[in-house]
C-alpha cells in the first residue's frame, strides 16, 4: 500500500473509541484503567484496555490486548494510536508496549502525545525491531 492509499487519521474517533475501552478496564489493584485504539491500515479500529492481576506483575498492559486483537481479527499493520489515562488524557505507553507497538506499526506508526502526533522513531528511539533479525 502506498502512502497515498493509507487511511487518513481520524485522531477524534481514535481517542473515542480508546476512552471507551478504557471503560471496560481490570484495574481493581492501580485503580489506573488505560485504553488504547489503533488504526490499521485497513481503516479498520482495534482496541484494548487493561487486565490487572492478583499477582501484579502478570499485568496486561491495555497495549498487549490492543495487539492481540489486531493479531485476532486479520493483522495488519497499525499507523496511529491513542492511548489514554482514567481521565481520558493521552499516556505515554510504557516501555514494553512502545515495543509492542513498534514491532506493529514500525517507525513512521504515529502515537498521539499532548504535543500532537509523534512517530514511534522518536518514541523508541534507536529500537530493536523485527529488521535487526534480517
Ligand atoms: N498500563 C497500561 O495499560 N499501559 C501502559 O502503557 C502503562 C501502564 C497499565 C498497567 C497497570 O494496570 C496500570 O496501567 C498502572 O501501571
Known sequence: MSLSEL???DWDALHAEA???????YAPYSK???GVA???DDGRI?????VENASYGMTLCAECGMVSNLIASGGGKIIAVVCVDG??????????????IFEHGGA??????PAG??????ILPWAFGPDQLS
Request: with cysteine; net charge positive.
Open 7 to 9: 487511511p487518513v487519521i
Open 19 to 25: 476512552k471507551h475501552i478504557m471503560t471496560m478496564a
Open 32 to 34: 489506573f484503567p488505560v
Open 38 to 40: 489503533g488504526l490499521v
Open 46 to 50: 482495534v482496541t484494548g484496555c487493561n
Open 87 to 100: 481521565s481520558g488524557n493521552f499516556l505515554s505507553p510504557c516501555g514494553r508496549c512502545r515495543q509492542l
Open 108 to 113: 513512521h506508526c504515529q502515537l498521539m502525545t
Open 117 to 122: 502526533p509523534l512517530p514511534m522513531s522518536e
